[in-house]
């Protein structure tokens, strides 16, 4: 399983997770959270921690 973890603190909340990869993430009171904390498999999870400005997303 994979995880995958918004550091809310870090979020700036500019929404790119969010409109990358909306099965993934969505914005809550204005910062990012994950929609599901593990998977089996990445899909587009990745773009969407690539295009975080903030480096706020960690996937391991
Ligand atoms: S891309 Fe990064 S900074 Fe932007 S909303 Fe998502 S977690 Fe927050």
Not at 18 to 47: N, R, Y
């Amino acid at each position: 399983m994979v995880k995958i973890k918004v550091d809310r603190d870090k979020c700036i909340g500019c929404g790119s997770c969010a409109s990358i990869c909306p099965k993934g993430f969505e914005m809550f009171e204005g910062k990012a959270k994950e929609k599901v904390q593990e998977v089996k498999k990445l899909t587009c999870e990745k773009d969407a921690q690539e295009a975080c400005p903030v480096e706020a997303i960690t996937i391991k």
